[in-house]
């Protein structure tokens, strides 16, 4: 348990005006959560003072080798005023696996779970209330030792911010677009794919351009050793129904394991699909999609929860999946996981955490 002291702002910022969308990322909050590690004594000074840039010298070592982990939730208002997390003990466990694999020291469980939901209850005004918005929070670590030389650093800060973010569909689901890239990878096997960390998406950036010049919002990643197997999109895991079943990609190692990639197994499992999670080549879902097996793509991931894929497109092919809309299973999916976040459909997993 944090003893975490308290710096509360003098002046509050102006919330948003309620007639303009939110977007994503761009707005703060009035506080911030940070907590300093130094080896020998472990994570201290756990507070909550006011947003604040933070001052490090130009040697610190995140600035030169990545050495960086962070973590993405949200929480929202439900109808009867309470402030709800999903499942924000997946996203403590995840943390430390990918604090594991950056030579980052463990944050306890209990601790990086504290930590959000003190900030949030402070901030609970922040929370938007039209449908579809959240408060968007993002945890993350950052490696301060003053150093140039490559080795895991001593001293850590820990920080949580948190980003109102509007509504991902203004008008109900729509479907993407999305680019199989057959040149660039983004992990492999042994490397830190399953990590959420920097140096990831600093990998992705050239695809994820390639694409967007192409008109396609999104990159779907192939294996980085055959460049034959599917992995996952940008920053959601993929699903396919094929024949009827859903299929994901297995965790490999090289592929982020979702929180909402196992949210959506766990219900299509209790509603009596049969689910795979297995290899799936990208000839496969060629074959699937000619034959008229495939029914559904979608992407699932925590901004958008579930992200319909209308078209894959894999070097000279382009591939309409379905009617190029939105499929029945996507649609019950992603009604059925925001009501549960939401508080508007019982709750029948306990994976909701109600704060006050
Ligand atoms: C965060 C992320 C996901 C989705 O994970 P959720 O826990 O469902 O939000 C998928 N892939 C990548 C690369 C990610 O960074």
Redesign the pocket.
């Known amino acids: 348990m944090l003893n975490i002291k308290y710096e509360l702002a003098k002046e509050l910022k102006a919330k948003p005006a309620k007639d303009k969308p939110l977007g994503f990322g761009k707005i703060t909050t009035d506080h911030m959560f940070i907590m300093n590690y130094t080896e020998g004594k472990g994570w201290h000074d756990p507070r909550i003072v006011p947003y604040q840039n933070i001052s490090l010298a130009p040697t610190a070592m995140v600035f030169h080798y990545g050495q960086t982990m962070f973590e993405?939730?949200k929480a929202y208002r439900d109808e009867s005023g309470h402030t709800r997390l999903f499942r924000p003990d997946?996203?403590a466990k995840?943390a430390n696996k990918s604090n594991e694999r950056l030579c980052i020291p463990e944050i306890p469980e209990e601790d990086f779970v504290q930590a959000i939901t003190e900030l949030v209850k402070v901030e609970k005004d922040w929370i938007p209330t039209e449908p579809g918005t959240s408060l968007y929070v993002r945890p993350f670590v950052i490696a301060t030792d003053e150093f140039l030389g490559v080795a895991p650093s001593k001293t850590y800060l820990f920080m949580v911010i948190l980003s109102p973010s509007g509504a991902y569909y203004a008008s109900g689901l729509a479907p993407v677009g999305i680019w199989i890239e057959d040149d660039y990878v983004r992990a492999v096997r042994g490397g830190m794919g399953f990590a959420?960390t920097g140096g990831?998406?600093a990998a992705s950036l050239a695809g994820q351009v390639k694409a967007h010049d192409d008109g396609y919002s999104q990159v779907l990643w192939l294996d980085g050793v055959e460049r034959k197997y599917i992995e996952?999109?940008?920053?959601?895991?993929i699903f396919f129904v094929i024949n009827g079943k859903v299929v994901t990609p297995m965790l490999n190692g090289s592929?982020?394991?979702?929180?909402?990639?196992d949210s959506v197994l766990t219900l299509c499992r209790s509603w009596g699909y049969e689910v795979e999670e297995r290899k799936i080549s990208v000839d496969e879902l060629i074959e699937a999609q000619k034959s008229g097996a495939m029914t559904e793509c979608f992407g699932?991931?925590?901004?958008a929860v579930i992200s319909p894929v209308g078209k894959l497109r894999y070097k000279d092919d382009v591939m309409t999946i379905g009617d190029g809309g939105i499929g029945a299973i996507s649609q019950k999916i992603y009604d059925t996981v925001t009501g549960i976040q939401t508080g508007k459909l019982p709750d029948p997993f306990g994976w909701s955490v109600v704060l006050d």
């Open positions: 993405g939730l997946m996203n995840r959420k990831n998406y996952e999109v940008g920053a959601m895991n592929i982020l394991p979702g929180i909402t990639r699932t991931g925590t901004a």
